[in-house]
């Protein structure tokens, strides 16, 4: 072949990564006024039990809209709206667990996306662009000899906004969940191994900022392997991992049993919690029709029962919140199930 067709040839190649290069870097992020006109709601705060300087639960219920994921100002900013609000109704103290819904990490992976994202129709188209998007900047990394990892920029992100705002106002915080490669514990930090297999994970920041060693972590569902298969197509997400869908913590005020909403459908697995010894028990979920955690905490003699559930929009999914604390005799709070933002109190 003559060095004019090589030349040809290679012509053809790059030209399309170059127009991508281009497109990529010209794109813009949503813009400050962009996302300032977006509606954001007061959260009103409910209080169940009396202060007994037991310790109290603080339930999170934000109303999600995925440019609070756009960037890490506006995600600190829209998670810890609600704290502030609970801190000068004097609800956080030293014996405060403050609990959010899960993948409050999950979405950041759409952090500092561009526009195009955000103005998809929905969840899954807004997956795909931002897969072609990661897609040319791994080409970009491979050309420099340097890979991308999408996953680094939200774990750092995620642990070091979670570990300082329970640094800053002295409580412990179970921040839902995000996904991540498995990985190793050192020195009070999550470091994800590149090679490992994605998880959801839920962590527990301490009022120092370190995180638990007990985390409950699960394989991906089906619709997750997906997403996180484009976002990483070298990642192991084959779902064949092992699962801690249950843990148990003796806080320095009392002591809990935390699982995942959704594995409480198997009634083996209601056995397992029953057997846990725990006098309350916390369930994080993305569903809100589940509806057998009542009746059976109170049949099981539970002394608390507290369901965290998202609420809000992004793009086409919709998240129908369900949040609620309950006593073991009172009913539950609120008493009607409820899409708006809260802040669900109860005292121990």
């Known amino acids: ?52 300087n037991a310790g109290n639960v603080l339930v999170i219920q934000p109303e999600w809209k995925l440019e609070d994921f756009s960037s890490e100002e506006r995600y600190l900013k ?18 405060t667990l403050v609990v959010f ?17 955000f103005k998809q129709k929905t969840l899954e188209e807004a997956w795909s662009f931002l897969k072609l998007e990661n897609s040319f900047k791994d080409t970009i990394g491979w050309i420099i000899g340097k890979k991308s990892d999408p996953y680094q920029k939200v774990s ?6 979670f570990s300082n705002l329970s640094r800053t106002y002295g409580v412990f915080i179970l921040p839902g969940s995000v996904f991540l490669p498995d990985g190793i514990f050192e020195n009070g930090n999550f470091i994800p ?21 007990e985390t409950l972590s699960r394989k991906p569902s089906e619709i997750w392997k997906k997403n996180l298969s484009q976002l ?59 509806a057998q955690l009542k ?11 507290i369901r965290v559930i998202p609420s809000g929009v992004l793009l086409d999914r919709n998240y129908g919140g369900g949040s609620y604390v309950k006593t073991r005799y009172g009913a539950p709070t609120p008493g009607v199930n409820s899409r ?8 121990l």
């Open 1 to 52: 072949m003559t060095p004019f067709w090589k030349n040809a040839i290679t012509s053809l190649i790059l030209i399309p990564i170059f127009l991508g290069i281009a497109s990529i870097f010209s794109g813009k992020e949503v813009s400050t006024e962009q996302y300032n006109v977006l509606n954001h709601k007061e959260y009103p705060i409910l209080i169940a039990g009396y202060d007994r």
């Open 78 to 95: 829209s998670i810890e709206a609600p704290l502030k609000q609970a801190e000068q109704k004097g609800l956080l103290k030293k014996n």
């Open 101 to 117: 819904p899960p993948h409050m990490g999950s979405f950041l992976y759409f952090m500092n996306a561009r526009q195009e994202v």
């Open 156 to 161: 750092s992100s995620y642990q070091r906004i």
């Open 193 to 213: 191994n590149q090679n490992g297999d994605w998880k959801e994970f839920a962590f527990l920041f301490q009022p120092d900022g370190k995180i638990s060693k």
């Open 232 to 290: 990483n197509p070298g990642g192991n997400v084959s779902g064949n991992v092992a699962e801690t869908s249950l843990i148990t913590i003796q806080f320095p005020f009392a002591r809990f049993g935390i699982f995942y909403l959704e594995d409480f459908k198997d009634p083996a697995f209601q056995e397992k919690v029953k057997k846990t010894f725990v006098s309350r028990i916390i369930a994080i979920g993305e569903e809100s029709s589940e």
């Open 295 to 305: 009746d059976w905490a109170v049949k099981s003699n539970f002394e608390s029962t």
């Open 340 to 347: 708006e933002p809260l802040i669900l109190n109860l005292f």
